[in-house]
C-alpha cells in the first residue's frame, strides 16, 4: 500500500502525523501513486485514522434548504443543491451572508439530489426518478439531461468521471459525456462495507462522503474502496439551534486554492468552516 501523505484540513501541529506518513512513503519501496500497484489489494491495510475537529468559522445557512448537494465554486460562492418534492432546487450562494444569489427549482415530483460541476456545466441527480438535470454553470440554463439505474444520492467529480453513490456501499464512476458505468467501487471500513454514503467531495484524490444519519464523514481511496480516515462530527451543530425540522448531516464543500472545508446539514441554519484534528 502507498501511503500518501495529504494535508488537507490538517493544522501544522498535525507535523509528526504527515512526517510519519512520509516515513512510509519513503521506506515503501518501488511506490507510484499514479499507478497503484496489483500487489496492493493484498498487502497489509493500515487502520483507519481518526479524526476529530475544530470550527474555524461560522456561516449562515438557509434553513429551509434540506442540502443534498455542496460544493465550493470560487469567489467565495457555493453550489448548493435542495431536496424533496416541490422544494428542490439549485442555488448560488454567498458564503458569507449565505443569500441565494440565483436559484432555480426542481418542479415536483422530483426530488434534487447531489450536484457537481465538470467543465462548464452542473449536473444534478434526483433520488428516485433515474433521471439528472445538466445546467449551463453561469447560467443555470438547462442543458440537457441524463438516466442512471438505481437511487442517486450523492455526486462529485474527480476532474474526468461523475462519482456518484446511490445509498448503498458502492460508488459508481461514470462517463460524463455517454453516463455509462466506467467502474466501481466498493467502500469498505477493516472489511466491512459502509452503505449509506451520501453527500461527497472530491478531495486532493480522495472521495469523502458523510454517512447518513450519522455525523461521521469517511476518507476513501478512490482505486480500493478502502476508508483510510474517519471524522467525527458530533455535536458541531449545537443543540440550541435545532428546531423540529432540523435533519442529518449532509454537505461538504472545499476549496482547494485556501484548502478550507465546509460541512453543512439538511436545514441546518448554519454552515461550518471546519479543520480536522488527530482523535487522540
Ligand atoms: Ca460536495
Redesign the pocket.
Known sequence: MCLRPSSFGLQPSDLPTLLLALTALLLTPACKPSTPSPASASAPASPAAHYTYTIVATYPHDPEAFTQ???YIGNNTLLEGTGLPGKSSLRRVDLATGNVLKRVNLPAPYFGE???VLGDRIYQLTWQHQKGFIYDLTTFAPVGNFAYTGEGW?L?TDGHSLILSDGTATIRFLNPDTFAVTRTIDVTLDGRPIPRLN???YIEGEIVANIWQTHTIVRIDPATGRVTGVIDLTGILPAAEHRPDTDVLN???YDPATKRLFVTGKNWPRLFEIKLLPKS
Open positions: 448537494g455542496l460544493q447531489g450536484i457537481t450523492g462529485t453527500e461527497l467531495e454537505g461538504i464543500a
